[in-house]
Each structure stands twice: as structure tokens, then as C-alpha cells.
């Protein structure tokens, strides 16, 4: 829900996704997350 506030109102608006990525951690990491330790495995072996 977004919360929109105003000097003399106050309204919500419902926003409704389109779509839904499930990510379930113990079987798939986030890119960012295996980027940074494949970066850190490349410093290991340097």
C-alpha cells in the first residue's frame, strides 16, 4: 500500500502487481549477491 500524504489530506492507494518473482533462498541466490562472491572467489585465487 502507498501512503500519500498532504498539508491538509491524507489518501491510499492500493497498487496491485502485475506480476510475482519468487526467490527461494536455499536453492537460488539473488544475481547481486552471487556477483559479489564471485568477485570475492577471483580475489581468493589472485
Given amino acids: 500500500m502507498l501512503l500519500v ?3 491538509d489530506r491524507a489518501s491510499a492507494s492500493v497498487v496491485t ?3 510475482v518473482k519468487l ?3 536455499e536453492t537460488t541466490l539473488p544475481s ?3 556477483e559479489l ?3 570475492w572467489e577471483e580475489r581468493q585465487h589472485a
Fill in 32 to 34: 547481486a549477491v552471487e
Fill in 23 to 25: 526467490i527461494h533462498f
Fill in 5 to 7: 500524504l498532504g498539508i
Fill in 37 to 39: 562472491l564471485q568477485r
Fill in 17 to 19: 502487481p502485475t506480476w
